[in-house]
């Protein structure tokens, strides 16, 4: 029986509706295609299962020695320490790490629908965005392996931390410190339609513990804003100058945190006398601050999405891991 002939580039030109070159800037330059045109041309793709000529080449030789890192275009120290743990377990086994920066919705499209098909990298690291369930499915169909970092996929490889607990660990802390007048700040309503964004849940958390407690978070005492420095500062401003001023804050980002000290004692407030102050993340700058925070483990996750990885690559037949990775207050001088 003579074996199905495999789909070109002409069979997807013809199923899509679209030109040979369009194509071709679909899985090169997926930013640089509307996303309507994207999404016809990848329907087309995924259901004649078609694979570039160059690409099938690379696949049967298998192995580039790259991994692949998709992460939201931030600087925030949190998102470096964890490419840091990344960086350090991949540098260990050869691996040379590429990093596809997200700043919207269609680049995360583009990478997470060529990246598989391309196969320009071994594996795939996805660090704090969101996978929709037919992302997911290329990725698996394709033979992607992925790891997750903050979202969870059946289909997928995941670390995940529970920023709820979090909210819970710092609530327990303040109300153990006897505090009943407790504000929130970080950035709740965030514009990145494209990136996961945990301060909800730590608020929730947060929320949930105090009013468990009998304490009340106040509207006027959440307040939502940037991680920039200049916003965060402002904040800050706002709660202190209130009549009825907070005396201890939780904020959503340790880089946040720094912010409210450096506000507070521009208004003569005494840390932590006069306010407590606790952060989030356990950034290296936390320690030499003597900052009161959640450590989430930033080096360790990013070095264990790695190990994980890594070890998938080298036994596809692997049972998928879920790992949760545990939170933990650390006590220092600021609350």
Not at 262 to 274: M, N, T
């Amino acid at each position: 029986m003579p074996s199905r002939k495999k789909p070109t580039i002409y069979d997807v030109a013809k199923s899509s509706g679209v030109s040979i070159s369009t194509i071709s800037r679909v899985l090169n330059s997926p930013d640089k295609v509307n996303p309507e045109t994207h999404r016809r041309v990848m329907s087309s793709i995924d259901k004649l299962g078609f694979v570039p000529k160059a690409e099938a080449r690379a696949r049967a030789m298998r192995h580039a020695n790259r991994i692949g890192v998709i992460t939201p275009l931030f600087t925030a120290p949190s998102f470096v320490q964890r490419l840091r743990g990344v960086a350090s377990a991949l540098s260990k086994a050869n691996y040379e790490l590429v990093i596809y920066p997200v700043d919207s919705v269609e680049q995360l499209q583009g990478y997470i629908s060529s990246i598989p098909i391309m196969q320009n990298v071994d594996g795939l690291i996805i660090m704090s965005l969101a996978i929709e369930d037919q992302d997911a499915r290329r990725l698996h169909d394709n033979g992607m392996q992925t790891v997750l970092i903050e979202y969870s996929h059946p289909q997928l490889n995941s670390i995940e931390i529970d920023d709820a607990i979090g909210g819970q660990l710092a609530a327990r802390h303040i109300i153990g410190k006897g505090h009943r007048q407790v504000a929130f700040l970080g950035e709740i309503e965030s514009p990145e339609k494209y990136a996961i964004h945990p301060v909800k849940s730590r608020l929730q958390g947060f929320k949930n513990t105090l009013d468990e407690a009998g304490i009340s978070l106040l509207k006027k005492y959440i307040k939502s804003a940037p991680y920039m420095q200049e916003n965060s500062q402002r904040a800050a401003l706002e709660l202190l100058s209130m009549d009825q001023p907070p005396t201890a804050i939780f904020a959503a980002a340790d880089i946040q945190a720094i912010s409210i000290m450096k506000v507070a004692r521009q208004l003569k407030l005494r840390i932590p006398d006069d306010l407590a102050v606790v952060g989030f993340d356990d950034i290296d700058i936390a320690e030499y601050m003597d900052l009161t925070t959640i450590r989430q483990y930033l080096d360790q996750s990013g070095r264990l999405a790695a190990e994980i990885l890594l070890s998938h690559l080298a036994d596809s037949d692997r049972a998928l891991q879920h790992i949760k990775i545990p939170l933990t207050l650390i006590e220092r001088q600021t609350a």
